[in-house]
Nanobody, 122 residues
Framework: VPLVMESGGGLVQAGGSLRLACTIS???????NAWYRQGWYRQAPGKRR????????????NYGDSAKGRFTISRDNAQNTVYLQMNSLKPEDTAVYFC????????????WGQGTQVNVSS
């Protein structure tokens, strides 16, 4: 079973919306005093992987320039799931979207999902 698994990708027309979900396996032990950041990244063909949005264990969020004002990251701790709500999608948002769980305390952990494809048609 993957430790990090994305879902929710698909094909949407420009201007539409999608919500991606990233489920962190219960096999990933996250203690109450853990410091971690969970993020969404994307990679388009021929381009470098870039940060889309991230949320820390304390709830602080930050967004890449391409996501500001259009995307929202959130987390459901009870479900161990991180969401990325994407609105006003553009063809340039087409990419594989990856989820990352990066912990720095009490131990260093770094897990990536296999990605989910998002295609935005014009």
């Amino acid at each position: 079973v993957p430790l990090v698994m994305e879902s929710g990708g698909g094909l949407v027309q420009a201007g539409g919306s999608l919500r991606l979900a990233c489920t962190i396996s219960r096999n990933v032990s996250i203690s109450d005093n853990a410091w971690y950041r969970q993020g969404w990244y994307r990679q388009a063909p021929g381009k470098r992987r870039e940060l889309v949005a991230a949320i820390t264990s304390g709830g602080t969020t930050n967004y890449g320039d391409s996501a500001k004002g259009r995307f929202t990251i959130s987390r459901d701790n009870a479900q161990n799931t991180v969401y990325l709500q994407m609105n006003s999608l553009k063809p340039e948002d087409t990419a594989v979207y990856f989820c990352n769980h990066h912990q720095v305390h009490p131990s260093v952990l770094d897990y990536w999902g296999q990605g989910t494809q998002v295609n935005v048609s014009s």
